[in-house]
Every structure is written in structure tokens, then in C-alpha cells.
């Protein structure tokens, strides 16, 4: 696709600029996972499974996006959801699992104590998710409303941890 100008591909598969944006989601991702986890006292191992349901609920409307308006790529064989095998999402929800639970040996889980920078990662997710969203309400609304209801309670989740860990400190 013209739009992948750098024509490198991660793993001989996927465009780099794809790459590059699975970083900034895992991040996000990652970030709105530790902020639950330490607002509502979880164990520090949920990180592990709660980071890829964030990130994989995120994608639930940045790919019908990608590939029903953006044309980006194409798959053969579809599901109900715009077009989309449910294998994808599996698929990125044990990558990210994997990543997560590799960086999960190398971080030590520090205590959190609130920084006003904590906001952008929620901010920048609730933002992806609503463009997305929006985006694709117009192609098919129920299955729109379907597929942002599990990024809608990350952003919410997050927003409140956010609070939490603020009032917490003061």
C-alpha cells in the first residue's frame, strides 16, 4: 500500500509504520493497566493479563478503521465484524501477552505516586478510541457500539484510577 512508504516490513510481515503505532497502543495500554491495578489495589500480575485486553479492546476499532475506510490491507476470510477474522484479535491479544509478560520480568513494579503526565496516556487511549469510533459508526452503528464498549470502560477505568491515585496522595 502507497500509505506504508517505508516499505520495511517487522518480521517480513507487518509495515513498520504499523509496528510503530503497536508500540504507542501497547504502551497506552500498558500505562491505563498499571494505573487500574495500583488505584484499585490488584495484584501487580494482573498487569499481565489486563494490559492486551486494554490494548486488543483498542484495536477492536482502530482496525475496522484501517481496513474498511483507510483500505490499508484486506482479509479473505471475514467475520460479522467489519470484515475482521476474530483470530486477529486473538492473534494480538497473545502478542501482547507475551511482550507483556517479558517487559513483566524486567520491570521491578514500582509504587505509583501521582504526576499530572499520568493523564496523556489515558487521554491520548480515550482519544484513539473515540476518532476510531466515530469513524465507523457511520459503516455499520451496532457493531460500532459493540466494539467500543470494552475501550469505552478502559477509558473510564482509567479516568477514575487517574482520580483515585490523585486523592490517594493529597
Keep these: 500500500?502507497?500509505?506504508?512508504?517505508?516499505?520495511?516490513?517487522f518480521l517480513h510481515i507487518y509495515p513498520f509504520e504499523v509496528s510503530l503505532m503497536w508500540i504507542v497502543f501497547k504502551y497506552l495500554s500498558f500505562n491505563l493497566a498499571i494505573f487500574i491495578i495500583q488505584a484499585f489495589l490488584l495484584p501487580e500480575i494482573l498487569v499481565v493479563l489486563l494490559t492486551p485486553l486494554i490494548l486488543v479492546s483498542l484495536d477492536f476499532v482502530v482496525d475496522p478503521v484501517s481496513v474498511n475506510i483507510n483500505k490499508l490491507w484486506q482479509w479473505e476470510k471475514g467475520s460479522k465484524y467489519f470484515g475482521i477474522p476474530l483470530r486477529n484479535f486473538l492473534g494480538w491479544y497473545v502478542v501482547s501477552f507475551i511482550a507483556t509478560l517479558i517487559f513483566s520480568f524486567i520491570d521491578q513494579g514500582k509504587h505509583l505516586t501521582f504526576n499530572f503526565l499520568y493523564i496523556l496516556p489515558v487521554v491520548l487511549y480515550g482519544l484513539f478510541f473515540i476518532n476510531n469510533s466515530l469513524q465507523i459508526f457511520k459503516l455499520n452503528k451496532k457493531m460500532t457500539i459493540i466494539g467500543s464498549i470494552p475501550a469505552a470502560i478502559w477509558t473510564f477505568l482509567g479516568s477514575i484510577s487517574i482520580l483515585m491515585l490523585y486523592f490517594r496522595q493529597v
Design 1 to 9: 500500500h502507497p500509505f506504508f512508504s517505508s516499505r520495511i516490513r
